[in-house]
């Protein structure tokens, strides 16, 4: 796998120069060149009392434009596009729960998630929307410049068309920094995949109602709140090329050993406890040892399912609900609309631990399965799970390191959120993001986990379906606190 470009020489502000520097030099502009934090959070509030949706819950056999099939209870829009929920039959050999089924998502489109980027006053400036989705629990998120399915730019809804679309869809005048199709959650979606992309422009690009010019710097601080940044803004920043042997030169991070020791693991030269060859054949013999079967089935026919009072549940009562929702909408494309949903139960823990290695900072990452997932393994946090689901489950099951995560003290905790999941599927869907330094023991590398370094993540994320999406959120968390001024 190719390494990202080196050099050492911070950019002079305004020029090209490498992309990481320069990604690094709007990191470090924490109050933007177009609008200051306070005055982003004015608009933000008045555009929250502007703009919504109110979903109301409604019987799935309810939902306007939406039928299930006679035969196999399978739920589909009548336009044949968008998604449908379907049955999944999962077959994993030797872990603690080989066998179950579920409903699935299955959306075989590949959705475009765009961020515009320009310079303004020599730093760059991400183009952010302030989107309101069916799913989020409070108002608006903060996404991309562009986060549209197939379905939804090709205006199957017989809406307004989507904004900005043609930067992506044509960039033959533009420069594309990022590029990659990822995958989203595997246990949720079968095989779902989108386009992470990030174009640069030079001409003038003006932001419309909603929109608004930030810098990375600017997004970082807001990865701080909660519920600020949606899923599909933090997958895209993920993909953002960081990796540089320069990087100390202009984030500075003095005598802060641990942004020291993040710094330095984005340096490609950094070394880590494994060579990225060792990564690779590890990942590689992981999928090929790994015996999975899936087969799609009956939504109808699940075992442990029930389609009572309008929704469909498991019988235990954890996990989610399938859910039908009914939208009216203000500052979208469709003013109202009916879709099934995913209401998840409980709210989950997603975590890496880290640890400094010989100065360097290391990921603790985990080789997952996942039903959904296209190549049947994707590295993913450290724990990623929702805690109450296990108590219906054998205790063989319980994640490795959960208690450890749960039992950090505050100490030991370098980034805590509340993020929502992507609120177009997912009803109410958060986890709680962290982001842990500890060292779990000599062992804790064996079998599906491994300590990576930070630049060795981003070269597998130049790349598909080898990072997972609740890692990658929490890649873009980790690159917030690299350019994190120091604790008093």
Known sequence: MAELSAGSSVVPTGTRGD???????????????????????????????????????VPIDELEGWDSDPVTGNIGHRSGGFFTIEGLDVHIADVAVPDWSQPIINQPEVGILGILVKEFDGVLHCLMQAKVEPGNCDGPQLSPTVQATRSNYRRVHRGRATPYLEYFRDTARHRVIADVRQSEQGSAFHHKRNRNMVVEVTEDVEPLDGFCWLS?????RLLADDDMINMDARTVLACLPVAHTGLADVLRPGADGFRAALVRSCDPDAPGVWSMGDVLSWITD??????????RVPLKALPGWRRVDGRISHESGRFFDVIGVRV????????????????????GVVAFLVKRVDG???????????????????????????????????????PRFLDAVLAADRGQIRYEAVLSEEGGRFYHARNRYLVIEADPGPGAQSGDYRWLTVHQLADLLRHSHYVNVQARSLIACLYSLAAAPAEA
């Open 360 to 398: 360097v900072l290391h990921v603790l990452v985990h080789a997952r399965v996942e039903a959904g997932y296209v190549d049947i393994v994707e590295l993913a946090p450290t724990v990623q799970c929702t805690p109450a689901n296990y108590e219906v489950l054998p205790g063989p099951a319980r």
């Open 216 to 220: 990375i710097g600017q997004l970082h």
């Open 286 to 295: 992981t999928r090929s040892r790994t015996d999975v079967r899936i087969r």
């Open 328 to 347: 009216e909408a203000s500052g979208r494309e469709v003013s109202r609309w009916c879709q099934p949903m995913v209401e998840p139960h409980g709210m």
């Open 19 to 57: 992309t990481a520097l320069r990604i690094a030099e709007s990191a470090m502009c924490r109050d933007g060149r177009v609008m200051d934090l306070e005055t982003f959070h004015k608009w933000f509030a008045d555009l929250g009392r502007r703009i919504y949706t109110r979903a109301e819950r």
